[in-house]
């Protein structure tokens, strides 16, 4: 049996740790800050080899020079148990030979832990029942190519911080770094490591993953990500997977499909998704639907992006 691997908060009970688990341990990856907008999260949450894609900026940085763009965009998604995710996010690879990225993401979702879980344990002045826990990524990437943005090497930075809900805090820095390649304009490579120095928190694993794209035509693209977590299970790799496709109808409405499996979590998800855009701007809508037994997980996501 794997274990997840979660340093005891300290002066945390074993009790309150067990009621705990579900909210914190075992929550969804796409609460933790994720940086998937929703024309990501409609293609299976795939990212690390869309030229297009914001989130790049942390799961593939090498990509960012690639192809020359000046992006601005903002998304905010909600699902099961109140959890919201807000983002914010800009590209520019036009300007010189570098190419910077930044981004700002912050993820919370309601405390499910009760009172009288917590025996012999109480916040003074505090209403249990109104807390949140909350998840900050504040993060930067550079990247730059050759042989006419055909090959690109690129590196990441990021704070991340999070609050339990319960005024206890903690934070790291997340070091990522990334080589990528775009073959006859058609097909995108690349491989990420994050987290290069283990952080020690949940949400940040140490990861290796590698992405695919091609784009068979201006209309209709397939992509894939495998993600190799070495952090998260104490006595095991987790190995998570996201394949997506992505049909443009009449040059302005694409219609996304895809499927993620978060290794970790042991959880598969199905994913669609909507838009309507040109070169100067996107509108982005997106579903996620949880496909193992239990509770039933949903979200439901939407993004703008302008290029300047």
């Known amino acids: 049996m794997f274990r997840l691997r979660s340093p005891r908060p300290a002066g945390l009970p074993a009790s309150a740790l067990l009621s705990l688990a579900g909210g914190l341990l075992f929550a969804p990856a796409a609460r933790a800050a994720a940086p998937e907008q929703a024309a990501e999260q409609g293609a299976g949450l795939a990212s690390r080899a869309d030229l297009d894609s914001m989130a790049a900026i942390v799961t593939a940085p090498a990509t960012l020079h690639l192809r020359p763009r000046f992006d601005v965009a903002g998304s905010f998604a909600i699902g099961t148990g109140n959890a919201r995710v807000w983002q914010a996010a800009a590209v520019d690879s036009e300007t010189g030979p570098i190419a910077l990225g930044v ?16 025996p012999g344990w109480t916040v003074t002045g505090k209403d249990l029942g109104e807390k949140r826990e909350t998840r900050q990524r504040v993060g930067g990437a550079f990247a730059t190519s050759f042989l006419d943005r055909t090959i690109g090497v690129g590196a990441s930075l990021a704070w991340l911080y999070r609050n339990d809900g319960f005024d206890r805090t903690e934070s790291a820095i997340g070091v990522g770094a990334s080589v990528g390649a775009h073959i006859a304009r058609q097909v995108v490579l690349s491989v990420t490591g994050d987290n290069l120095v283990p952080t020690g928190l949940w949400f940040a694993p140490t990861t290796l993953a590698s992405g695919l794209r091609l784009d068979a035509s201006e209309a209709a693209a397939l992509q894939g990500d495998v993600i190799l977590d070495f952090t998260s299970l104490e006595d095991a790799l987790a190995i998570g997977a996201r394949v997506g496709a992505e049909f443009t109808v009449g040059g302005m409405v694409p219609l996304r499909v895809g499927w993620a499996r978060f290794g970790a979590l042991d959880e598969n998800r199905l994913t669609a998704g909507i838009g309507v855009g040109n070169d100067q701007a996107a509108l982005d809508y997106a579903f996620q639907a949880g496909m193992d037994a239990g509770p039933f997980e949903q979200w439901h996501g939407i993004s703008l992006r302008i290029r300047l």
């Open 103 to 118: 981004i700002f993401s912050r993820a919370s979702e309601e405390d499910e832990v009760r009172v009288e879980d917590l």
